[in-house]
């Protein structure tokens, strides 16, 4: 559905994107995660038909999204990162105005206004002044916009940017129920986990390369490379401490984080028997033990991993 091919773009010397291959299949949600400056926008633009790609290609239902062809329009609803409002206008009235833009029928326009309002539990309003709405009642309005010619691909650049929490969970709500419309998604943010519970696909971006793509689980596992284990012990600090000097020279342990009475450490061989066997060890060193599992890294740590990892290959 959504395609990128060897997207490279300058910005004059600038190499905003950088070889970027993307494919987003029809009816997924892909959230597009990175740092500001990732060139996250700039992807956007391109897809949006809105810049033109220095190198590579990008396409929309098979439509090159370079092309200007008319069609697109259709297909693709986009909401900006930052969209004005025009002053003195209400709700409707300006949501009535990008109907024409579409060239919706007069005599459909109230209809489809409502619908949109619908969608975005919007209704209330309606009669509201744009430049009176707060953030999140703007965003809601600007989300009821994109979607008035009812286009089967919407794209979002930051649509929670700057959202208290309860309208970021509001709008995570209404992608997803895009989604069941039967819409593809293509959603930017520069926080990983905004995203990771809805998406059937993420794309991790970072000065313009695409560092890790697929569904969530699979970036969290390529990522993952540490077996980390915590041990909360209940006995002398000071027995645990030093069998844990023991088992670092003996490399059967490495990065150890000594907190008294809580230990977190890395299996350096990855295999779960070595961290049973660690556990006997401690046992049999007469430490009692309060308890001992498995540290799972969270979205976080892996989004600061496979950032990190590409700042160090520089
Ligand atoms: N019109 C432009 N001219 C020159 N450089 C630009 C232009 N637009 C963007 N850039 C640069 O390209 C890089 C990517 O910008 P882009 O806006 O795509 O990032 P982003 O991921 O959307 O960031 P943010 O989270 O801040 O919105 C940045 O370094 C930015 O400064
Ligand atoms: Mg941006």
Same mark, same amino acid.
């Given at each position: ?153 919407? #794209? /979002?650049? @930051?649509?929670?940017?700057?959202? +208290?929490?309860?309208?970021? %969970? &509001?709008?995570?709500? =209404? ?15 520069? #926080? /990983?986990? @905004?995203?990771?519970?809805?998406? +059937?696909?993420?794309?991790? %971006? &970072?000065?313009?390369? =695409? ?18 284990? @915590?041990?909360?012990?209940?006995? +002398? ?8 000097? =023991? ?34 060890? =401690? ?32």
């Amino acid at each position: 559905m959504i395609e990128c091919h060897n997207l490279t773009k300058y910005y004059d010397k600038f190499k905003a994107l950088d070889d970027l291959n993307l494919s987003i299949a029809e009816g997924e949600i892909f959230g597009f995660i990175g740092p500001n400056g990732a060139g996250k926008s700039t992807t956007i633009k391109v897809l949006t038909g809105l810049l033109q790609p220095t190198k590579g290609s990008a396409t929309i239902n098979g439509l090159d999204c370079a092309s200007g062809a008319k069609e697109l329009r259709y297909q693709v609803g986009y909401m900006p990162d930052n969209f004005g409002v025009y002053e003195g206008l209400k709700v409707w009235e300006y949501l009535d105005f990008f109907c024409a833009a579409y060239k919706i029928p007069k005599k459909e326009r109230t209809e489809c206004i409502d619908r949109v309002l619908d969608i975005t539990s919007s209704g209330r309003i309606k009669d509201f002044y744009m430049e009176a709405l707060s953030k999140g009642m703007k965003q809601k309005a600007g989300l009821a916009k994109t979607l008035l010619h009812d286009p089967a691909v919407v #794209i /979002l650049d @930051e649509p929670s940017s700057g959202l +208290d929490p309860r309208a970021r %969970i &509001e709008m995570r709500e =209404l992608i997803k129920k895009l989604k069941e419309m039967g819409k593809t998604i293509m959603v930017s943010s520069h #926080i /990983l986990t @905004e995203l990771a519970e809805i998406s +059937d696909q993420i794309g991790i %971006i &970072e000065k313009g390369v =695409l560092l890790a793509s697929g569904k969530v689980s699979e970036v969290m596992g390529e990522f993952r490379q540490e077996l980390r284990y @915590e041990v909360e012990i209940l006995s +002398d600090s000071k027995r645990a401490s030093k069998a844990m000097s =023991l088992f670092t020279e003996k490399g059967m342990v490495g990065d150890v984080e000594d907190l008294g009475s809580l230990f977190s450490f890395v299996i350096p061989s990855g295999e779960e028997k070595d961290a049973a066997k660690i556990l006997e060890l =401690l046992i049999k060193n007469k430490i009692i033990i309060k308890s001992y599992r498995p540290v799972e890294s969270d979205l976080e740590d892996v989004f600061l991993k496979v950032t990190n990892q590409h700042g160090n290959e520089e």
